[in-house]
């Protein structure tokens, strides 16, 4: 199986990274990243890192590495409500990859991290972090329509995961049992779960902080 992956330098997706390199399953990795990856990483031979400059363009040598993948992992994020990460950059991809696909015989799954408090419904009152929660939601409906287009039902199978406070599994249990199971996650139980829906899907669209615990303690036990 091959997987696409974004984000991998950050919190989550270096975690997500972790989890696929690991995972029988998937036997490719193509990482698209602003910057290299460290060696214990790029040097696994499941792993491609292709260098981007600009998440909002996809060349043909880009797209000829991804154009058969199985799934996508974009873990590509921001907490400041900027439009372009949250809702340009993978709509772009999205947009390139879908155009290439039309060949494949099975649809991309492609996971999405959001985030608990990201808010679809615009005119709803926000008392806090309003810019940042509207514009998150506005990228989470932003994929899902692009999914539900009639020319992309066969081509595109969409999820939007969206974990509360994401912890570390260096810090202290007293975290997640504070904030509990519909508010917090554990790092690497939220990678092990966006790998699992990326290899075997999921029942649900859109699966919020408490189905990514149950999963996980399905998966992998208490977490």
Request: hydrophobic share 45%; proline share 3%; aromatic share 6%.
């Amino acid at each position: 199986m091959k997987v696409i992956l974004t984000g991998c330098t950050g919190l989550i997706g270096s975690n997500v990274l972790d989890a696929c390199l690991t995972h029988p399953t998937i036997t490719s990795i193509v990482a698209l990243s602003r910057h290299q990856l460290p060696a214990t990483a790029s040097s696994n031979p499941k792993l491609k890192v292709i260098i981007m400059a600009d998440f909002g363009t996809y060349p043909t040598t880009v797209l000829d590495a991804v154009a058969d993948a199985d799934a996508c992992i974009w873990a590509i994020g921001t907490s400041d409500g900027n439009h372009l990460v949250r809702i340009d950059y993978p709509l772009a991809f999205a947009t390139a990859l879908a155009r290439i696909r039309a060949k494949q015989t099975t649809a991309l799954r492609f996971v999405h991290l959001s985030g608990a408090v990201s808010e679809v419904d615009q005119s709803k009152p926000l008392w806090y972090m309003q810019e940042a929660r509207r514009v998150g939601g506005l990228g989470e409906k932003a994929l899902r329509d692009f999914a539900d287009r009639k020319e992309n039902l066969e081509l595109w199978e969409g999820y939007t995961v969206r974990p509360g406070y994401v912890y570390s599994k260096n810090s202290a249990g007293w975290i997640g049992m504070l904030l509990g199971a519909n508010y917090a996650v554990r790092e690497d139980a939220l990678a092990t779960v966006m790998v699992d829906i990326a290899v075997s899907g999921a029942a649900d669209r859109v699966l919020e902080n408490k189905t990514v615990i149950a999963r996980a303690k399905q998966l992998v036990g208490e977490k």
